[in-house]
């Protein structure tokens, strides 16, 4: 097998990630309606070097830390660009109870149903290292994220002949540093977050993520007993601050109002290439991990994060002690990462589970609801393949469910101050207390697809579903793995597990067929992805009583990696 | 059919007593209604609660946070288009009479105690835009922003105008143009202050203004005297939620017909900032209670 196609070929890799408190602020996000977080593996384009495998899991702290006599600076980048199109992703649908329809539609009436977009992005992982090998700072800066080509016209469209610049143009996304140890290692900074295949928590390290968690942390990991013992701090969020009167840094104005999160993990992970020698040398390998995390807040500031948000216009009016309501919110999760391989079949599996309770959900200083929000999410996903990953034939099943709720719609995106959504509509907020004080529906990261139309564009990630995915895989190599071709073909059958959830009421979502075309030529990645999805009654709009129709996007991917 | 409308008309004029209190006691209730619907927009702040489901004037912006001053700023008592608001209304004789007054707990602050005003019909009711409905083009001139239902049957509106200075009642019309029992379409002379903003404990103002128009298909003309007074209405406890510290507002109202008898009624009402009318109570001009009504999340 070909290590160079394979570092490219990033799909292959199912590397448990450093594990996280944001399983807890999946849950309290929800609760508290804010947009939905996180996602799954980093699988990045790029070679596979220590700059870039920073978002391995706790045991993987410290890589790239050993003696030398010099200060070190390693770099890698990847830029991509996407060109899409998107074909009737509204599946003639029409729009829902609530006049919202399923995906934007062109603007022209009676156009045909295609949508285009292009964009791209520069990721640049930079590491640099301490003589003596003992402490190393890492980053990750995204330029140009996600900016689409040609959206912003300098003067009149016919006439441009330039683009305005974005105004952010660079994000730093991540900047963090370890120091080793007698004993473990040490790390502290804003890192990135993923663990197992990243249904909880994702680091957005593949090439084609557009997402990625990242957490203020400080962590130590200490080896013991053949496995990882690690425990994380996050300071997850402070409230209100104010600077110092000498104007220095700022001061956390109430330390109850924070949002405190624990993170405890044991972990057996042995990582890519260990883990390629044992396969080669016909070992039997398992590896695996639990995180448990906790999260907590006391009191909080409604009005400070609101005005962050531009939920609420920012008030000229000091903050003071009548802002705070009590929120008595408390937030677990528990996480099972497994993975087994022997000779050429691999299986991988992880489930996790969040229990939360808000004491007091009220936004509304002065407002105490009587009762409080629970919920209880689960999510459980299996994937395998047997043969050789990256040469010859080889083939699995993936499979998995996330928990729903009875609410109308989806609830992957739940507005703060929205309304509750009605039998029909495609998506709204879960919970309404008083009268509906239950969120159980868990959405994976929008970075942990199971396929490209159905759920990565319409719905908007995964949640109330249970989903099959057979694939099949060709893959050749050629140049000691500097030319790689694969092919893959994925169909993805998905069901509501909450009937009420769907459009029409019906549990069938539909059947999507995924196939992909690749190549890597060195650093150079040409993918061609295209998908077909045949939606199932589930799409139908139960008011019109129109049938969900196919659609198909088409996606051409181009990385330049260094 | 016009004979029956013609003795409508000498019904009126020769004052059948319970048909006027019957047109009277559903103008009462408007002006509770209306401050309930106003208080719908900031309802939108509160997890719970259902507002600018579809309203267009519902933008990002329209979320209020009370600052707990014990003012009730125009801010904080504004209404929009699309909000909704769910009441639940009880009329007497109640299972439970509510609290009027509160009792002061040892801590000194003052609770009204409503958690056990369970029963009543759970109502939902709506803000519509003032200027497009098929009264604009009787009154073209008139200026409301705002149409709020009066009633429970919600076959009144009560036509409104918000500025920085309070809410406006300006005239009072059927839902639709040709309504069963006959259309309602009464304009104030002038402008009336059902709510004067800001508010504060231990404001007061008094209104007389005539009117004049068409009550269920027959002439109407009439005076409102109003008398308002605010104070402190301490923590209001109902059987979703609490607020506080809340205004309690008591008004007086007289309509006089200049064709017969005299109607008054009393509402007194928890105003809470940037959810509005919390809870009401009305009573007759004697004192006995005739209707609860309670916000619901």
């Known amino acids: ?562 | 059919m016009a004979v029956a409308v013609q003795a409508r008309r000498d019904d009126f004029r020769q004052g059948d007593a319970p048909r006027r209190w019957s047109s009277l006691g559903r103008r009462l209730l408007a002006w509770g209604c209306a401050a309930s619907v106003v208080g719908v927009a900031a309802c939108a702040a509160d997890p719970g609660a259902d507002a600018g489901a579809s309203g267009p004037a519902m933008g990002p912006l329209s979320l209020c946070l009370p600052d707990l001053d014990g003012t009730l700023s125009a801010a904080e008592a504004r209404g929009y288009v699309g909000a909704k608001a769910r009441v639940l209304v009880a009329a007497a004789p109640l299972a439970q009479m509510p609290d009027l007054e509160g009792v002061v707990d040892s801590a000194g602050r003052r609770v009204v105690d409503w958690r056990d005003q369970r029963d009543g019909v759970e109502q939902e009711m709506a803000v519509a835009d003032g200027g497009a409905g098929w009264w604009a083009a009787e009154w073209p001139d008139l200026g409301a922003d705002l149409a709020m239902p009066l009633n429970g049957d919600q076959t009144l509106l009560g036509l409104y105008k918000q500025d920085a200075a309070g809410l406006w009642l300006l005239a009072i019309v059927s839902a639709t143009a040709n309504p069963a029992r006959g259309r309602t379409l009464i304009r104030y002379e002038a402008p009336l202050p059902v709510l004067r903003t800001p508010l504060r404990a231990g404001d007061a103002w008094t209104a007389t203004i005539a009117t004049s128009g068409t009550l269920d298909g027959l002439p109407w003309q009439g005076i409102d005297a109003w008398q308002v007074r605010a104070t402190a209405g301490g923590r209001l406890e109902l059987p979703d939620f609490s607020a506080g510290p809340t205004l309690r507002v008591r008004t007086e109202v007289e309509v006089r017909s200049l064709l017969g008898p005299t109607a008054r009624r009393t509402q007194i009402s928890w105003m809470f900032e940037c959810m509005g009318e919390l809870g009401r109570a009305t009573l007759d001009g004697g004192g006995a209670l005739l209707e609860r009504r309670l916000l619901r999340p």
């Open chain 1, 1 to 562: 097998m070909s290590r160079r196609c394979a570092a490219a070929r990033t799909e292959a890799r199912r590397v448990p990630r450093r594990g996280r408190s944001a399983v807890a602020v999946l849950l309290l996000s929800a609760m508290f309606g804010l947009a939905a977080l996180p996602a799954r593996r980093v699988e990045a384009a790029l070679p596979t070097t220590p700059v870039t495998r920073s978002q391995e899991t706790f045991s993987s702290l410290g890589q790239g830390l050993w003696d030398r006599d010099e200060a070190g600076f390693a770099a890698a980048g990847l830029l991509r660009t996407r060109l899409e199109l998107l074909s009737n992703l509204d599946l003639d649908h029409g729009v829902g109870p609530s006049g919202q329809p399923l995906f934007p539609s062109p603007l022209a009436n009676g156009a045909e149903p295609l949508l285009t977009h292009a964009d791209m992005r520069l990721r640049l992982d930079l590491a640099a290292y301490a003589p003596r090998g003992m402490v190393t700072v890492r980053g990750r800066l995204d330029l140009l994220d996600n900016v689409a080509l040609g959206g912003a016209p300098a003067g009149p469209p016919t006439a441009s002949i330039g683009q305005r610049p974005p105004a952010a143009p660079l994000t730093l996304r991540r900047l963090w540093a370890e120091a080793l140890l007698p004993f473990g290692v040490l790390a502290a900074g804003r890192m990135g977050s993923h663990w197992g295949l990243g249904l909880l928590t994702h680091g957005g390290d593949c090439h084609d993520c557009d997402r990625g968690d990242a957490a203020d942390r400080v962590a130590l990991a200490v080896p013991a007993l053949g496995l990882v013992w690690a425990i994380a701090y996050d300071f997850t969020a402070i409230g209100p601050t104010q600077p110092r009167p000498n104007g220095s840094a700022a001061l956390d104005l109430d330390p109850a109002d924070d949002v405190r999160t624990w993170t405890f993990a044991a972990v057996h992970a042995l990582g890519p290439e260990i883990r390629a020698r044992r396969q080669g040398a016909g070992r039997t390998t398992v590896e695996g991990g639990v995180i448990a995390s906790h999260r907590k807040q006391s009191l909080d500031v409604p009005r400070h994060w609101l005005e962050q948000e531009g939920v609420v216009e920012a008030s000229a009016t000091p903050l003071d002690a009548g802002q705070i309501v009590r929120r008595d919110a408390a937030a677990t999760a528990l996480d099972l990462w497994l993975r087994l391989q022997r000779r050429s079949l691999r299986v991988e599996l992880e489930a996790a589970v969040l229990s939360g309770r808000i004491g007091q959900a009220s936004l509304l200083p002065g407002v105490e609801l009587r009762d409080p929000v629970e919920s209880l999410q689960w999510a459980i996903a299996l994937e395998s393949r047997y043969g050789a990953e990256l040469e010859g034939l080889s083939f699995g099943v993936d499979g998995g469910a996330a928990s729903g709720d009875p609410a109308p719609g989806f609830g992957v995106r739940q507005p703060i101050a929205g309304a509750r959504p009605l039998p029909g509509d495609l998506d709204g907020a879960q919970a309404a207390p008083p009268r509906d004080r239950r969120l159980d529906n868990f959405r994976l990261h929008p970075d942990a697809r199971i396929d490209r139309l159905l759920f990565r564009e319409i719905v908007g990630t995964v949640t109330d579903a249970a989903w099959i995915r057979p694939h099949v895989r060709w893959a050749r190599a050629w140049h000691g793995g500097d030319t790689c071709v694969v092919a893959d073909l994925a169909a993805v059958a998905t069901f509501a597990l909450q009937p009420n959830s769907t459009p029409s009421g019906a549990r069938e979502l539909g059947v999507e067929l995924d196939p992909t075309l690749s190549l890597t030529l060195r650093g150079l990645l040409i993918e061609w992805q295209t998908a077909v999805l045949l939606p199932g009654a589930g799409f139908d709009n139960a008011f019109t009583g129109a049938a969900a129709q196919p659609a198909w996007m088409s996606r051409l991917f181009l990385g330049f990696a260094f």
